[in-house]
C-alpha cells in the first residue's frame, strides 16, 4: 500500500547498507544484556531474563547487526489482555551507532513484523528525551494519536525511579 499523502519515507535509508534487522537468537541474550547494561540509563535485567526473552518473546522482539555484531535491540511483547497491542520493553542502541535511525528502523520493523496488532505501548521517564523523541516520532510518521498516561508513580517503583510515563499509539496503520 502506498503511503499515505504528506507522511514521510519509511525506508530510512540512513542506517547504513550493512546493519540489518532480524529477530534474535537465544545467544544474542547476551549481546542484549551487555547493551542494556553499557546505556547507564536503562533498569538493567539479568542476564537471565535477556536470555529467556530472546527465546520465548523472539517473535515480538528484534536485534539490529552491524558486521554480524549485535548493535540494537527492541524487546518487546503482545499484551496478554489486549492481544492487538504490542508493548514494547526496552530499547537501546550502542553509543556508537546512535543518532542514525537504527532505533527508529528497529521499531518499523518489529511493528510491521508482528501480525493483528494495531496499537503501540511503551513506558518513558519524563528525563529520557530520546526515549520521549524516538515514540513521538514512531506516532507521528505512522499518522497515529500518541496519549501520555502515569502507569507506574515514584512511590510504586521506589529507590528515587522516575514515574514511568505510558505512551499509548494507535491506531497504526501498517
Ligand atoms: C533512545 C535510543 C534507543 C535512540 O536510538 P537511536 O538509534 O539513536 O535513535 P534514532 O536515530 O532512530 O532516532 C529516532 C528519532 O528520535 C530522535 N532522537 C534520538 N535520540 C534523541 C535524543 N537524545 N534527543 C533528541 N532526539 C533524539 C532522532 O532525532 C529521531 O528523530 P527523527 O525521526 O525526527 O530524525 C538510544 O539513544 C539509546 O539506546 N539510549 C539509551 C537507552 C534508552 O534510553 N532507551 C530508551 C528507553 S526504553
Known amino acids: 500500500m502506498a503511503a499515505p499523502a504528506g507522511s514521510p519515507d519509511r525506508a530510512r535509508p540512513n542506517i547504513g547498507e550493512q546493519v540489518t534487522i532480524g529477530h534474535p537468537d537465544v545467544t544474542d541474550g547476551v549481546a542484549c544484556w551487555r547493551l542494556a547494561e553499557a546505556t547507564g540509563t536503562l ?40 492481544p492487538s497491542t504490542l508493548v514494547v520493553w526496552q530499547v537501546a542502541v550502542d553509543a556508537a551507532a546512535r543518532g542514525r535511525g537504527v532505533a527508529a528502523a528497529m521499531l518499523d520493523a518489529l511493528f510491521d513484523r508482528v501480525a493483528d496488532v494495531d496499537h503501540l ?19 507521528a510518521r505512522r499518522g497515529a494519536q500518541l496519549s501520555r498516561s502515569e502507569l507506574f508513580g515514584a512511590e510504586l517503583l521506589g529507590s528515587g525511579h522516575e514515574p514511568e510515563i505510558l505512551f499509548r499509539i494507535g491506531p497504526v496503520h501498517r
Do not use: K, Q
Not at 533498569?43 to 537471565?48: E, Q
Not at 518473546?57 to 503482545?78: K, L, Q
Not at 505501548?121 to 519524563?126: F, L, N
Open 43 to 82: 533498569d538493567v535485567n539479568s542476564r537471565y531474563a535477556y536470555l529467556l526473552w530472546c527465546r520465548d518473546f523472539a517473535a515480538t522482539s528484534v536485534v539490529a547487526r552491524r558486521d554480524g555484531e549485535v548493535v540494537g535491540f527492541v524487546t518487546g511483547f503482545r499484551r496478554p489482555e489486549e
Open 121 to 139: 505501548e511503551a513506558t518513558v521517564t519524563p528525563d529520557n528525551t530520546g526515549s520521549i523523541a524516538l515514540f513521538s516520532r514512531f506516532a
